[in-house]
């Protein structure tokens, strides 16, 4: 799927309301956006890959993208269930050695219920802590290796199954479905997702670091390390440009005209609702019912980048935003995030 080459249109008026200010006020050294509007679709990109650099960002610059990871896992598991690869109801059990599996849980924990963060784990698993937390402002997620998460999830004491929002169950989602195509998660993300979406600006941050090209993150207005996955990957990983952003807001947005249909469409299918909440959860999105449309979104963040990305099914409308800035206490670039996708719905739905 290309990005056709358009003038300046509405979604760009948009888009530069959202971004330009985030680099204008020092809250971002460039910031990436990309818009859906109905039959208009844009990129834009403003300001520098490295704070005080005359090197700017541009569309094709790839960004962390922290937890919209887990919306790629998400769209994993549902390819691999159409294919008849996995069940969405198959037991955990299934994918992972013996020994690692769960001694204690009182009932099944299935692959749907790691999607949808109904399997009663916590947000992180117990012995990540012990790794990650030194390391918590530079790099939490490097040492934590493939037998830590074993042993990890052989230990699990699931609790009542509401829904409870856990980077556990979708880094060990992600573990699980490579576990069952038998390679690594890189390689099956590549091969089944991004190159049938044509995100050839996507790739999953490992050992080797990020992309060679990408924008450098920033805490408080200084360089921060990137932030490399080990056994977690399919909650945090990848790295993706606006151009990407793009594409895969126009597969949700269209999934009829790509070879990924039915798994797109499976993922917007809402399960559990929040506790408390108007929203439900998907196969990873976050969903709310309006009036007369539906909101989908999801965020992320690590130490150096913050990321948005939501749409309307209905309205043929989204948006997305990355910021090569870690998320603070007031959230400027979420904020930022959610009022763009807000305009640009309102804008296709006054059509």
Not at 25 to 45: C, I, N
Not at 143 to 165: F, G, N, Q
Request: aromatic fraction near 6%; proline fraction near 8%.
């Amino acid at each position: 799927m290309t990005r056709p080459a358009l003038p300046a249109s509405r979604a760009t008026d948009l888009l530069r309301a959202a971004t330009d200010p985030l680099v204008a006020d020092h809250t971002a050294p460039g910031v990436v956006g990309a818009a859906v509007l109905g039959t208009e679709a844009a990129v834009v990109a403003t300001g520098h890959r490295t704070a005080g650099s005359a090197e700017p960002v541009r569309t094709d610059t790839p960004f962390a993208l922290g937890s919209l990871t887990k919306t790629l896992t998400g769209l994993l598991l549902a390819e691999l269930a159409c294919r008849g690869d996995v069940s969405y109801d198959d037991p955990i059990d299934l994918h992972l050695p013996p020994a690692a599996a769960p001694r204690h849980a009182t009932a099944p924990i299935t692959l749907l219920d790691l999607a949808t963060h109904s399997a009663g784990l916590p947000r992180l698993p117990g012995n990540f802590y012990r790794r990650g937390l030194p390391h918590l402002l530079s790099n939490p997620y490097a040492r934590y290796r493939e037998e830590d998460l074993h042993r990890a999830t052989a230990h699990v004491r699931p609790r009542s199954r509401v829904v409870r929002y856990s980077t556990f169950g979708m880094g060990l989602l992600g573990h699980l479905l490579a576990n069952a195509a038998g390679t690594d998660y890189g390689t099956l993300l590549t091969y089944r997702l991004l190159r049938p979406l044509g995100m050839t600006g996507t790739s999953v941050s490992g050992a080797d670091g990020p992309p060679p090209d990408a924008a450098t993150g920033h805490r408080r207005g200084r360089p921060a390390h990137h932030w490399t996955f080990d056994a977690l990957a399919g909650a945090g990983a990848a790295y993706a440009t606006g151009d990407d952003m793009l594409r895969y807001l126009q597969a949700q947005l269209r999934p009829q005209h790509t070879a990924l249909s039915a798994a797109l469409t499976a993922t917007h299918q809402p399960y559990h609702p929040y506790p408390r909440s108007p929203n439900a959860t998907c196969l990873a999105w976050t969903h709310r019912a309006m009036d007369d449309h539906t909101l989908l979104w999801h965020s992320g963040g690590t130490g150096g980048f913050t990321a948005f990305i939501g749409f309307s099914p209905e309205a043929r409308a989204g948006a997305a935003l990355l910021a090569n800035t870690t998320p603070t206490r007031g959230q400027p670039v979420l904020r930022a995030g959610r009022r763009l996708l807000d305009a640009v719905v309102e804008a296709a739905t006054e059509r």
